[in-house]
């Protein structure tokens, strides 16, 4: 058996074979405590000829401890917790600087394997049915698994291999990670070297890839090969007057304007186009609290940097970011096509790539998709059917159509003949025949006579056809010349919109726009003029000489006058086609790897995540890139980072992120101790880097960015004129606890843990939460309203509790939606109106993470037109946190209301409590009248 964990939180690898793989190859470090364990068929001569592609395989230093750890060691939380060393701000050396994240991403790996085995007994499985060794001096498998059963209900469960998993093997599979300890059980670990294969099933335990980019990223020794140039400049810098002026000229960028950026945007903008102009490497700081407009900027910086011709590779932690930024940037391209004074930047030298399914892409970054574009330009390029030899064929068709136009008419002719020869045979035989019934008048003969006279009918049926179908030579013209312009129209269409510009001279692409008008305008006139005039169009001496005695006589008696615009056009449409098959030289190629690995060389902007970087490594000839933009910089480790600052050719750095908003996640507390999770944008923040901070908000209603402001960002961002105008402000419910903001006080729950794992539930809190949403609901059908609401928590226990009584319940009316997700599941999401439950009650005042300030500066600041914060007031007040502050801030402002204010809501959490059996623990409460009236809130 194969076992996966699928983890919310991050990946652990897990092992998986396709059954219809052939070379699916695992690395495996064999565990058994019997001495049996698992036995390997012998290596076959496939099996030999895969294992001569890994036989030089060396294990990284990752891979040597993760393989060198038995089961034990990954469930030891304190196995590395003496070597593993803070990191400091600063460093000394390039040596000091990546060893002092070698150890903390060991025990990083240790802590997901960790993480991923705990969760075992929730991991699918799959069936091993061969496994096979392919080198005997290396532990190196082939392993194929058992297909899925397409009828399975849980389709999503069923995981299929992908290069870097890691994987148990097992006799069966383990309920708890104590089985694979106990005496007599056999266990394998195993990471995928290449998985290869079509529809394969097993289980995730864990993925290593981003661990084992880092540690490449972070080894020593590889540096000496790389790129570090602008890690020099990061070990201990030093900030200078170069942060304190631009040397941007005005006018340099024209076309900025016409994208209304605010001044703290554009100043940003100019500052990293400045840095980019100067010969030294630079890092760049941009400070983009909630709604600044961070991706806009960003997108307008990317059009900046197309525009001045510097090769960007725009990064980013996780996938949705990335899509995100892509998204902006394919509309702004779109919109601002006349913009740059008089220049343009071209969506085929954007290139986005990544995992297709993580990324949920819609049609529209299609255009943009790595994947996507190969599949089109594959199709142009194909040996026999591509542009190629649809330019031939167009040239042949256009130059000679004479010549072929004869070829068809004596095929036409022959096969006529051929018939007509068939046609005397049987008649001569028939005749025989009939001689020879009036002799023997027998029943065979009789039927032979039947058969041939049948064969003369059809005979007779196919020559009347062939006649009635012969084309004229302006219907054979036509049928050859507009499935012709159709497809070099589509070639035409694909290249302008996927192949790079430096692909080919801007001539070329210039006379590829010009030839569809050329070649349809053609077409339209060919439609009206006669038989005769055409072919006297095409007439030439050389195609008289290599046409028929018979064909030439008819075309030698055409004496209509073909007119001048048809002559023209022909001409024009015959020397541009000419033109592109001399210059237009496409690179001979067709397989989709290189296609590929062709557009990323030429591409001159590439977005992936920062993991999927380490792909542009390893690009041969490609110009290298020079700049460096990362989004959500503050929510990636620093070791992460240095996959893409590594990249061949890159100077500057452009950082974009916010250090108040969820950091990247650590699992491993020795790591978290370590600040192994810290970015390096917090570092150079921490280090006093100037930043240049985006200062106008655009999200939130006024009264919602309030706190938020004041609280986190020192009050220096302003609310921008469109949250400020008085339509802003919505009303979905009546009521003033339904205002903009307001703290929602819920104290006739209690938490407990979930069913599922051990992540806290307020099932009270959660009725509440869902009747709310109910309301909102019927109040957007009522009103023909649109409405997006999000349900926010920090605890994926509540999540679920809240989505199991609104599952389904809203999905049938377009103008309204709901998404529940955690907190971690919102950052960078916005939404109309955000309920947030805060799930804590309990009498000690504990709150756990909750009082996290980054976490609630996100969960804060999701919302546009109304945030609803539910929680228990007495609960999350009572300790020195930053909830303390919120609460007396609620109250203070006048946005503080009890549950039982609302007699709707005060109903639901009796009914919940009712249902909980914990009407005795609301009996207790003073604050909930069961039965009351409403009464007015807190007055301001």
């Not at 034990?72 to 917790?81: A, I």
């Not at 490497?281 to 400070?287: A, E, G, P």
């Not at 994926?796 to 009584?805: C, D, P, S, T």
């Not at 300790?879 to 502050?885: A, D, L, N, S, V």
Request: hydrophobic share 35%; net charge neutral.
């Amino acid at each position: 058996m194969i076992d996966y964990y699928d983890s919310d939180d991050d990946v652990v690898a897990a092992m998986i074979d396709y059954y219809d793989s052939d070379d699916d190859v695992v690395l495996m470090r064999q565990e058994s405590p019997d001495g049996h364990g698992f036995r390997a068929r012998s290596t076959s001569t496939r099996g030999k000829e895969a294992a001569s592609r890994y036989g030089s395989w060396e294990q990284s230093e990752l891979e040597m401890h993760m393989f060198s750890w038995s089961i034990q060691d990954v469930l030891n939380k304190n196995l590395l917790k003496k070597k593993v060393k803070k990191i400091p701000k600063t460093f000394t050396s390039l040596k000091d600087y990546m060893q002092s994240f070698t150890v903390p991403l060991i025990e990083e790996t240790r802590a997901d394997l960790c993480s991923a085995l705990e969760g075992i007994k929730h991991a699918p499985a799959a069936e091993v049915i061969r496994m096979e060794q392919l080198a005997t001096d290396q532990a190196i498998f082939s392993i194929m698994v058992r297909k899925a059963d397409p009828n399975l209900t849980q389709r999503d469960q069923v995981y299929a291999p992908r290069d870097a998993d890691i994987l148990v093997l097992t006799d069966q599979k383990p309920k708890h990670s104590s089985d694979l300890v106990r005496t007599g059980k056999s266990y394998l670990i195993g990471s995928v070297l290449k998985a290869e294969g079509g529809d394969g099933t097993v289980v995730r335990l864990s993925r290593s890839p981003a661990e084992g980019r880092c540690c490449n990223a972070v080894d020593v020794h590889a540096a000496a090969c790389k790129n570090t140039g602008i890690i020099e400049k990061i070990l201990n810098p030093k900030f200078g007057q170069e942060y304190n002026a631009s040397c941007f000229l005005d006018g340099e960028l024209g076309g900025l304007e016409s994208f209304e950026l605010n001044p703290s945007q554009l100043k940003a903008v100019q500052d990293c186009v400045s840095a980019v102009q100067r010969p030294t490497c630079s890092v760049r700081l941009i400070w983009g609290p909630p709604g600044t407009g961070k991706t806009k900027t960003i997108s307008v910086l990317l059009w900046s940097m197309l525009l001045k011709n510097h090769r960007t590779v725009t990064c980013a932690p996780t996938n949705t970011a990335v899509v995100e930024v892509a998204s902006r940037v394919l509309g702004l391209m779109q919109e601002s096509s006349g913009g740059g004074g008089g220049k343009k930047c071209f969506l085929s030298d954007v290139v986005l790539f990544g995992n297709e399914d993580r990324m949920g892409l819609h049609g529209n970054l299609a255009k943009i998709f790595l994947e996507s574009r190969v599949g089109r330009l594959q199709q142009c390029l194909m040996p026999g059917t591509g542009w190629t030899q649809s330019l031939s064929s167009m040239l042949g068709l256009l130059e000679h159509p004479l010549v072929q136009y004869d070829r068809y008419i004596e095929g036409i002719e022959k096969e006529i003949s051929d018939l007509v020869s068939e046609e005397n045979e049987i008649r001569d035989e028939l005749a025989l025949s009939l001689r020879k019934r009036e002799l023997l008048s027998n029943k065979k003969t009789a039927e032979k006579v039947q058969g041939m006279q049948t064969k003369l009918l059809v005979i007779e049926k196919k020559v009347r056809e062939i006649k009635k179908d012969k084309m004229s030579f302006k219907a054979y013209f036509q049928s050859n010349y507009t499935p012709l312009v159709n497809e070099l129209c589509g070639c035409v269409e694909t290249f302008g919109n996927d192949l790079p510009r430096s692909a080919t001279s801007e001539e070329n692409f210039r006379l590829m726009v010009e030839v569809p008008p050329l070649l349809e305008g053609f077409g339209v006139l060919v439609q009206s003029e006669p038989d005769e005039q055409l072919q006297a169009l095409f007439k030439n001496e050389e195609d008289e000489r290599s046409l028929s005695s018979l064909f030439r006589s008819l075309v030698t008696q055409v004496q209509a006058q073909v007119s001048f615009e048809l002559k023209e056009a022909r001409s024009s449409c015959v020397q541009k086609l000419r033109d592109l098959s001399v210059s237009f030289q496409l690179p001979d190629m067709f397989d989709r790897r290189m296609i590929e690995e062709f557009l990323l060389r030429r591409a001159k902007s590439v977005l992936c995540t920062a993991s999927s970087s380490y792909r542009l490594h390893y690009l041969p000839n490609a110009q290298p890139f020079e700049v460096l933009v990362v989004d959500e910089a503050a929510q990636l480790k620093e070791c992460e980072s240095l996959i893409a600052l590594q990249l061949p050719g890159v100077r500057h750095a452009v950082l974009i992120g916010d250090e108040y908003q969820l950091p990247a996640l650590v699992k491993s507390k020795v790591c978290e101790d370590a600040e192994f999770g810290r970015s390096l944008f917090q570092r150079l923040t921490s280090l006093k880097q100037p930043k240049n901070l985006l200062d106008v908000q655009y999200r939130m209603h006024p009264w919602i960015s309030k706190f938020p402001v004041q609280s986190f960002y020192g009050g220096q961002i302003t609310d921008g004129p469109n949250v400020l105008n008085r339509d802003y402000e919505r009303r979905h419910l009546t009521g003033r606890m339904y205002g903009a903001y307001s703290f929602i006080n819920v104290d006739g729950g209690n938490e407990s843990t979930g069913k599922h794992d051990r992540s806290l539930i307020n099932p009270v809190e959660a009725a509440a939460v869902a009747r709310i949403v109910q309301r909102l609901f019927k109040e957007s059908v009522d009103t023909g309203r649109a409405v997006r609401v999000g349900v926010v928590s920090p605890y994926k226990g509540q999540v679920r509790a809240v989505q199991e009584k609104l599952t389904g319940a809203y999905a049938m009316h377009e103008g309204f939606s709901v998404k529940v997700r955690s907190v971690d599941g919102f950052q960078g999401a916005e939404e109309d109106v955000i309920i947030f439950s805060a799930v804590r009650s309990n009498t000690a005042g504990k709150i756990g993470f909750l009082a996290d300030i980054n976490r609630t500066n996100v969960a804060l600041t999701r919302a546009k037109h109304c945030l609803w914060i539910l929680g228990n007031a007495k609960t999350l007040a009572c300790g020195k946190t930053i909830w303390r502050e919120i609460v007396a801030d609620a109250k203070d402002r006048g946005c503080f209301f009890d549950a039982k204010d609302d007699k709707d809501l005060s109903n639901a959490i009796i009914k919940a409590a009712i249902e909980l059996d914990e009407v005795e623990n609301l009996l207790k409460l003073d604050s909930l009248r069961i039965g009351s009236g409403s009464r007015p809130g807190v007055r301001s």
